[in-house]
């Protein structure tokens, strides 16, 4: 609506450092063995390490037969496997394994485990005379050999954003650990680590990025709550993983660098952009880089070709956007570090006689992006009458406001309430001065937190829900694309806002901006921009892209034109769909000042035959994001009726305004305090229940 109604407009396990302190070393259980007899002479004698934690007592192996010892040059000369040794209890049982670790070495004898109390620190251990000890009765099973030793124990970086969790990949299973020499001679392709809940898993890739390494893995993503900072991960020796060998080397070596790459066809400068997003020309959250939007930049960066970057690495063009005087470069592989190849220097394109593999990508590649658009859903995806839900809306006056007092999400019984009528399509508006009351910055956690918790309502009973920023083209009554309010901040929180609500399965569709007006033309350029950076990041879901004047379905021809100029904003595979509002009193307002208003039957369908035209000359889709009739008005029923009926036959959807909490007694809400009977649910949900027919959203 574009009018204000009462103060609201329309209303996120064990550590194993022991190993590191303990001679790195760890056993598996082993078979038990008869013992052997007393021995005779000593031939040399070692003081017991005073290991003492849930893994040693008294440098006693507790799980299997073995102990721990300094690794003087006089201990690895006598203790080697196939000698005998003598425990304080007069035992004598022969060396089957041993693992030097620092300035500690691990035994592991045959037999059964050893009891640390009666033989551990600080009693000694003593290699015996060749021949000295007895031979047991009976031959003793042969003991299993160690699992696995821990070669080196490494901190994980303490990293939480966006991305990591405790320095744990979010999206894959990596971890990232500082590159010191020792860790990046330890950690390789092939090898097998040791996690801080005791998985093993094998190293799949290694990316060295600056003062920090990523160690990507096999298997499934990792829990950075159970493994990340400040526990470690610990590589294991060659005696492998669960009973087989991990080598020591890489299994498969890295890459090699091909030839040199041919001349450099053109040199862009990048662009000197920092913010949240941007660091010196390089987005932040994904590999891509900001230039000048040039002629011959832009017949130069073209996807599929490769750049060279400052520090020497080389990447594919995956995608390419221009916005007005610039464009960005999106790269395959990973997020780029800005301080490394951002301004002041300079992208490169290459030539087409051979660009040469890069031999390590510079930091953890991302998931992999979702789908390709679905152009066609199946019918049962469309959803042709659904309901606004608002509440979040309200207040925009006392921007942020107070939660609970100036606005409010709506609660999980409204989604109930609707997917049991049968409107399982919801728009949810929301401020933009809520989930980001200061430009540039993150999104507001708490209210973020409310939005998510809303989808999760939806999400158990059914619902779709569209995202509506219901901010009239203004942010805290300044105009987008002013001085104060850039294009590039309205951009930078749909961005943020689709990459936190990217994974979850109620949302439906993304509502750049509810009814722009008086914009200065700027809405078309914002409109793509905003559109190009959200497919960006979601490949898949609906942008619902207003007009301007109120988006009103029966002006739209008249001051929408050039919201299609860019070939973006008509691209079909894009899946953008086009927001219109309808309301059926004489100015359009939906404030039916009027109480005694008659309505002429055809009147809705009259108003949005404008619109409808629109879209199909220029084969595009549409949908009507707000319609509401007063309870009283009996020829408004049958208006909405009629109207509801020949949208459906256009397979244009539509949704109620309005539903939710906070409405008192407004004469267009399906939700009032007094719970009288509302006209025109029945008719929403007569329209609903009909098949629909439709393949997309049209009516293209």
């Not at 592989?333 to 300079?346: D, F, Q, R, Y």
Request: charged share 15%; proline share 7%; glycine share 10%.
């Amino acid at each position: 609506m574009s009018r204000v109604f009462n103060g609201a407009r329309k209303a996120l396990a064990v550590s194993i450092i022991l190993a590191a302190s303990a001679g790195g070393l760890v056993f598996t259980p082993a078979a038990v063995a008869a013992q052997t007899t007393a021995s005779t002479t000593a031939v040399a004698t070692a003081t017991l390490n005073n290991f003492t934690n849930k893994d040693w007592l008294y440098g006693m192996w507790r799980k299997s037969a073995g102990f721990s010892i300094p690794a003087t040059s006089a201990n690895k000369a006598a203790f080697k496997v196939g000698a005998s040794v003598r425990f304080a209890d007069g035992q004598v049982r022969k060396i089957t394994k041993v693992y030097v670790a620092g300035a500690n070495m691990s035994a592991y004898v045959d037999g059964k485990t050893l009891d640390g109390s009666k033989v551990g620190y600080p009693r000694k251990i003593s290699v015996m005379g060749a021949g000295s000890a007895a031979a047991p009765a009976s031959p003793a099973p042969a003991a299993s050999a160690p699992a696995s030793a821990v070669v080196l124990t490494s901190t994980i970086n303490a990293f939480t954003n966006g991305d990591w969790l405790n320095g744990v990949w979010r999206k894959a299973p990596g971890v990232s650990i500082p590159a010191t020499s020792a860790n990046k001679g330890a950690f390789k392709v092939g090898v097998s680590v040791k996690l801080a809940d005791g998985q093993v898993r094998k190293v799949k890739s290694i990316y060295v990025v600056g003062s920090n390494m990523s160690v990507f893995l096999e298997g499934a993503v990792l829990n950075g709550s159970l493994v990340g900072h400040p526990k470690t991960l610990a590589v294991l020796g060659a005696a492998g993983t669960a009973g087989s060998p991990a080598p020591t080397q890489p299994a498969a070596s890295t890459p090699a660098v091909s030839a040199p790459a041919s001349a450099v066809v053109l040199n862009s400068s990048i662009n000197a952009f920092t913010n949240a997003d941007w660091l010196n020309g390089v987005w932040r959250k994904a590999p891509g880089v900001s230039i000048p939007a040039t002629s011959a930049n832009k017949g130069a960066f073209k996807v599929g070709v490769s750049v060279k970057l400052a520090d020497g690495q080389i990447r594919k063009i995956k995608s390419v956007y221009v916005v007005g005087s610039n464009m960005s470069v999106f790269l395959e592989g990973a997020v780029l570090n800005g301080s490394t190849v951002g301004h002041p220097k300079t992208l490169a394109v290459l030539g087409a006689a051979g660009t040469p593999a890069l031999a390590q990508p510079v930091a953890p590649a991302p998931a992999p992006a979702p789908a390709a658009p679905v152009n066609k859903p199946s019918g049962a995806d469309i959803m042709l009458v659904g309901v606004n839900l608002s509440a979040a809306g309200f207040g925009p006056s006392v921007v942020p406001g107070l939660h609970g007092r100036n606005y409010s999400y709506p609660a999980e019984s409204y989604y109930k309430k609707y997917a049991d009528h049968g409107l399982k399509l919801v728009r949810l508006p929301f401020l933009w001065e809520r989930i980001q009351p200061k430009l540039n910055t993150e999104l507001n956690a708490q209210e973020l937190a409310r939005l998510i918790q809303s989808l999760d309502f939806a999400q158990k009973h059914g619902v779709k829900v569209i995202l509506d920023l219901h901010n009239y083209y203004r942010y805290y009554g300044k105009l987008i694309g002013s001085s104060q309010v850039p294009i590039s901040s309205f951009v930078d929180v749909w961005e943020q806002l689709a990459q936190k609500v990217l994974n979850h399965p109620a949302v439906y569709g993304y509502g750049l901006m509810n009814e722009p007006h008086s914009t200065n033309g700027q809405w078309p350029q914002a409109a793509a921009a905003a559109s190009k950076a959200i497919r960006s990041i979601d490949k898949q879901r609906w942008i619902y892209v207003a007009g301007d004047r109120w988006s009103s379905a029966f002006h739209w021809p008249y001051y929408n034109t050039k919201l299609i100029e860019d070939p973006f904003m008509r691209d079909p595979k894009n899946n953008l769909v086009y927001e219109a509002h309808m309301y059926i009193d004489k100015d359009f307002s939906g404030n039916y000042f009027d109480q005694g208003e008659k309505f002429d039957p055809q009147i809705g369908v009259e108003r949005v035959k404008p619109f409808v035209n629109w879209l199909k000359q220029n084969k595009l889709r549409g949908y009507i994001g707000e319609h509401g009739v007063p309870d009283y008005s009996a020829s408004a029923m049958v208006a909405m009726d009629n109207l509801l009926g020949y949208l459906r036959q256009n397979c244009v959807p539509m949704t109620y305004w309005a539903a939710g909490p906070w409405w008192g007694e407004y004469s267009l809400s399906l939700d009032v305090n007094s719970g009288k009977h509302r006209p025109q649910l029945p008719i929403l949900k007569k329209h609903a229940a009909q098949p629909n027919g439709c393949g997309s959203i049209g009516p293209m």
